[in-house]
């Protein structure tokens, strides 16, 4: 599982990066690999037919930012998501910080060339605010998965266990973040100077901006991410999200954020 | 018929404490009508919802911060008292706001207002449209969550619209006297409307209560 965090860097089409040297596109591409393995194909049972129904699949390839490809079957990430709440989520809001970014871009063309994770730092603003939703709605799908949860593993356990003591002590502390946040916003599990930490950003916040910390995983606390299956009832929706967590993505953050540290 | 929506809940939220029997707790408003009412425009699910759960939640919480505070006033610990205002703002708001919020809409509502709010909404902005058009914008312009406001000066003797983040109260943020909001949460339209908040926005003039934006409006002018 720790295989592909050494796979050699591509290029990146996507024009974002999760830190500043490691690009996240070899990961997704294994994890995209692995699925296109298993024989998916878009017929009439596949669930690759929902995003052509979602009409998403054109944002997939636009230039100079795309829509990231789900690493998921969105039919598959009950109870936690509905397939109508991935809908919205993915294919509407996500999707409208993709076509405005592109948008922004025509009229700013410096943006052509830089990564997301650059314009968040540099920019304020309407720039700031579509760049880093949409780094941060990438955040989120890839922090999940369909057989996602228990237990952490790898280094991450590790360091869970040096900052929190335990597990349950972390899902704790997490969900009493999540839960005390006022309105809008992302929690964050971060790490800043060899330290986990959770960070509340509101709004459109993400830890790059005035480096807070090196991201591990989000958790979209918008009203729009758990209304259409929690209704008010957030602290469902954060319960059900450690069931989803993808710990090889938590992995490859920390191994990317200590790197230059032997 | 009209009849007022009460929540379950709504009058046995907090627990009675006797020590602070001087102080009279915040309740939950009553609706004006009923969870159905405001059909098509807002379902009754989200009505019932805001009023039942987000509503009755800015209440509870209200009245435990308001407790803490008092007991850190008791103790003279200025930095529990600190500590304790963005709660108070967060829950004050919500409950000013949403108190407001009720009685601005209803369901014999829509239309234009009539004589001197219409008359201070043509002066100030050139016409009803081009204020409805400024106050949607603000209200969609809002990111992340918050209201558009239409609010009175009470230094210029002007309507003024504003918008506000997450629960600050316009009165108590800006000093503006408030006449209309428009709440712009998720909570607020999401069921019905999901990301097309200008639908929302669109969908809510059928029923503004402008009878009560009005009697605001002449409260103001005193």
Redesign the interface.
């Known amino acids: 599982m720790y295989v592909h965090i050494f796979i050699l860097f591509f290029v990146d089409p996507n024009r974002s990066k999760f830190n500043s040297k490691f690009n996240f596109y070899p990961f997704l591409r294994t994890t995209l690999a692995t699925i296109k393995k298993k024989g998916y194909k878009c017929d009439n049972s596949s669930y690759k037919c929902i995003f052509k129904t979602w009409r998403v699949t054109e944002l997939w390839n636009t230039k100079p930012f795309s829509l990231i490809k789900l690493p998921f079957n969105p039919e598959n990430m009950r109870p936690f998501l509905s397939t109508e709440a991935i809908e919205?989520h993915y294919a509407?809001?996500h999707a409208?910080y993709v076509k405005n970014l592109n948008n922004l871009a025509e009229e700013n063309c410096e943006l052509k060339k830089m990564t997301l994770e650059e314009i968040i730092v540099l920019y304020n603003g309407v720039i700031h605010?579509n760049a880093a939703q949409l780094y941060n709605h990438n955040f989120f799908w890839l922090g999940i998965k369909e057989d996602g949860g228990g237990e952490p593993y790898g280094v991450i356990k590790e360091k869970i266990e040096e900052n929190f003591t335990d597990f349950q002590n972390f899902k704790d502390q997490f969900t009493k973040e999540a839960l005390s946040h006022?309105?809008?916003?992302w929690i964050w599990l971060i790490i800043k100077k060899n330290k986990l930490k959770i960070h509340q950003g509101?709004?459109?916040q993400t830890p790059l901006k005035g480096a807070i910390g090196h991201p591990i995983l989000t958790l979209d606390i918008?009203?729009?991410a758990y209304?259409?299956d929690y209704?008010?009832a957030r602290i469902d929706y954060i319960k059900e999200w450690f069931n989803k967590i993808n710990w090889d993505f938590a992995n490859y953050n920390l191994f990317a954020s200590l790197e230059g540290q032997c | 018929m009209l009849s007022r929506a009460v929540c379950g809940t709504g009058r046995q939220l907090a627990p009675a404490l006797g020590y602070l029997g001087s102080r009279q707790k915040h309740s939950l408003p009553d609706l004006p009508y009923d969870y159905g009412a405001l059909e098509p425009h807002i379902n009754a699910e989200i009505m019932q919802?805001h009023h039942c759960?987000?509503h009755a939640?800015y209440v509870n919480n209200l009245n435990v911060t308001e407790e803490k505070y008092q007991e850190a006033l008791a103790k003279g610990d200025v930095t529990a008292q600190i500590a304790l205002q963005?709660a108070l703002k967060?829950n004050g708001g919500g409950h000013i706001n949403h108190s407001i919020f009720w009685t601005n809409l209803s369901p014999n509502g829509g239309g234009e207002p009539k004589g001197e709010l219409l008359e201070a909404i043509k002066r100030d902005f050139g016409s009803f449209e081009k204020f409805k058009e400024k106050l949607m914008a603000a209200s969609v312009g809002v990111?992340?969550?918050?209201w558009g406001w239409l609010g009175f000066n009470k230094e210029r003797g002007q309507l003024q619209i504003a918008a506000c983040?997450?629960?600050d109260p316009l009165q108590g943020t800006t000093g503006l006297i408030p006449l209309l909001g428009i709440d712009v949460?998720?909570?607020a339209y999401?069921?019905q409307y999901?990301?097309a908040r200008p639908d929302y926005l669109k969908a809510i003039w059928n029923i503004i209560n402008w009878e009560n934006v009005t009697e605001r409006y002449m409260a103001c002018k005193k």
């Open positions: 919205y509407k809001h409208a605010n006022f309105g809008s916003g509101h709004d459109d918008w009203e729009h209304y259409v209704r008010n | 919802l759960k987000h939640a963005p967060f990111q992340g969550s918050g983040p997450n629960q949460w998720e909570h999401y069921l999901k990301n």
